[in-house]
């Protein structure tokens, strides 16, 4: 783990970071013009874990709410299935975090589907806790926001508090 390095992304690494994507079902995959526009204008909130070859073992793409820049959002995380188990995730996580308490953020939120469980288990295991706020539906022992992505799309809704 020493020698994987947490950095900011460049606006190239979208090429890989596309391809490293295909590989991080269930979680939804974008258009490249999406991860694009991470690595060019969320640089400060997004990150790559570079390995030692210099290849991509995972990222985070995060941003700012511009409409309350006390929420910090993770839209997409993803470690290579070849690093799992690794704590990459974990130092992705907490890298974000981190820059977000600087940025003076008090909450990070994120969203993920129900039946995810493996990032389900990750986000509890990082301290975050499912938002009840709103209508949850119990599926298969997760509370999930019900229609929060639209009819029938229901969605783990995760927070955290930090700074
Ligand atoms: C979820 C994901 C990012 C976790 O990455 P990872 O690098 O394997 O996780 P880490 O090794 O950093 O694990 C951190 C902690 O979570 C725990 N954890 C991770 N996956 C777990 C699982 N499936 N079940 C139970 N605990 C788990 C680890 O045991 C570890 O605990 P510890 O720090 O106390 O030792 C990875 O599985 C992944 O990329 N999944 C596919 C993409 C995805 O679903 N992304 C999230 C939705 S956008």
New binding site residues.
């Given amino acids: 783990m020493e020698d994987i390095k947490i950095r900011s992304t460049l606006e190239e690494d979208f090429v890989e970071i596309a391809d490293l994507a295909e590989?991080?079902?269930?979680?939804?995959t974008e258009r490249n013009s999406i991860y694009h526009i991470f690595t060019k204008f969320f640089r400060s909130t997004s990150f790559v874990a570079e390995l030692p070859s210099g290849e991509l073992g995972?990222f985070i793409l995060g941003f700012i709410s511009q409409e309350n820049p006390e929420e910090a959002y993770?839209?997409?995380?993803?470690?290579?299935?070849k690093?799992?188990?690794?704590?990459?995730?974990?130092?992705?996580?907490e890298r974000f975090a981190d820059e977000a308490v600087l940025k003076e953020c008090k909450k990070i939120y994120?969203i993920?589907?129900p039946v995810?469980?493996?990032?389900i288990?990750?986000?509890?295991?990082?301290g975050f806790l499912e938002d009840k706020s709103r209508e949850t539906i119990n599926i298969l022992g997760t509370n999930a926001v019900k229609n929060y992505n639209g009819m029938g799309q229901h969605m783990v809704v995760f927070y955290k508090l930090i700074g």
């Fill in positions: 590989n991080c079902s269930p979680m939804e995972g993770i839209h997409l995380l993803c470690v290579d299935p690093m799992r188990g690794k704590h990459v995730g974990r130092k992705l996580v994120l993920t589907k995810n469980w493996n990032s288990s990750f986000y509890k295991k990082l």
